[in-house]
């Protein structure tokens, strides 16, 4: 049926795929940091005191003294196509494109910062995106990740008329296909080296202690990746957790401490992997390769080595064509 010549242009029925991360600040300077932190460390997901409480310590003391040392940090590791989080998430997208045939768009998007969610998912749906799969590429699960992708896609959702069917990836933690890339990746990385590690260390990002004990899945997800890694590989990792912020306890043990313990052992050689990070950023990139380093080292240590992220290697992009792939099943074909 032809509609009539006034009707609004209607575009071909799409099927879309957001691959969504962190987010970055837009430059490594103090105010592109602050307007980062600001709307990060607003998220109740993240930050988890009353914003009565919260906030004036946010605006009062964080936001004042932290992002002139967080852009510092920025600086060591900025690309010339900006921010390595942004560049390999944008990598990624690109090189997906065409994975799923050609009624599929595959696009990107940042929790915090640009490009957003909510903008993302109009672009997607201006363009006959009627069924959108959004994928936070989060491989273990955890309220302060997964969670709060998910309910700023649910928010663009709760403002549109005419809104997309959807899907979201689940985590992956213990997928047979995700560890097998790892330990593709983690053996090409070892096997590249000019000395063999005593120790690898499977840093995972830190969560504050209290998200356990809430019931948060995020620990129990890390543990068994590591577990299933050690496995595949065949050897031992030392699991540790990185970037604590704040007072509270964390979850144990903490890995620049483990590093530190580790020289002080009497450990000489160390390589550190990142399971958790689908790309390499400013926790991998700075805290682990720069100042993990620099604490092994100060403690004793000779040699460290920090291995990728599965970034948009071969292994990665492999990973994501298998995980999308299955979660748009029914889609692509008539069930």
């Known amino acids: 049926m ?16 957001l691959i969504v991360n962190l987010g970055t600040p837009d430059a ?13 460390l607003s998220d109740r997901r993240v930050v988890e005191i009353p914003p009565i409480l919260w906030q004036p310590i946010l605006r009062g003391i964080v936001l004042t003294t932290r992002p002139k040392k967080s852009a510092h940090a920025y600086r060591q590791v900025w690309r010339e196509d900006g921010s390595p989080l942004a560049a390999i998430t944008r990598a990624q997208a690109k ?16 929790r915090y ?26 491989p ?8 709060t ?20 990836l689940p985590p992956y933690h213990d997928d047979p296909a995700y560890i097998e890339a790892l330990r593709q990746s983690v053996t090409d990385s070892l096997a590249a080296l000019d000395f063999t590690p005593d120790v690898v260390v499977a840093s995972f990002h830190g969560m504050p202690q209290r998200t356990l004990e809430l019931g948060d899945p995020y620990h129990c997800h890390c543990r068994k990746t590591a577990r299933l890694l050690s496995a595949a590989l065949g050897r031992d990792l030392v699991t540790a957790f990185q970037s604590r912020f704040g007072r509270a306890k964390w979850l ?39 100042r993990g380093r620099e604490t092994f080292l100060e403690a004793g ?22 995980l999308i792939g299955r979660e748009l099943e029914g889609w692509l074909t008539p069930a």
């Open 149 to 168: 992708a998910n309910d700023k896609v649910f928010a663009a959702l709760a403002t549109m008329r005419w809104q997309p069917a959807l899907r979201t």
């Open 2 to 17: 032809k509609p009539p010549a006034d009707h609004p242009a209607i575009p071909a029925p799409r099927i879309g795929v």
């Open 28 to 40: 490594p300077d103090a105010g592109a940091v602050r307007r980062y932190l600001a709307e990060f």
């Open 140 to 147: 273990q699960y955890c309220a302060a990740t997964t969670a």
């Open 301 to 322: 240590g000779e040699r460290f080595a920090y291995l990728p992220c599965l970034n948009d290697s071969a292994p990665g992009i492999g990973l994501l064509r298998h």
């Open 113 to 138: 910062g640009r490009p957003a969610i909510a903008e993302r998912i109009a672009a997607l749906k201006a363009a006959g995106c009627e069924r959108i799969l959004v994928a936070p590429l989060y």
């Open 252 to 290: 144990q043990p903490a890995t620049d401490e483990t590093l530190a313990e580790l020289a002080r052992n009497g450990v000489r050689r160390v390589a550190v992997v990142a399971p958790g990070f689908s790309a390499d950023c400013l926790e991998t990139l700075e805290e682990m390769a720069l």
């Open 95 to 110: 090189a997906l494109e065409g994975s799923f045939g050609e009624g599929v768009i595959v696009d990107h998007a940042m």
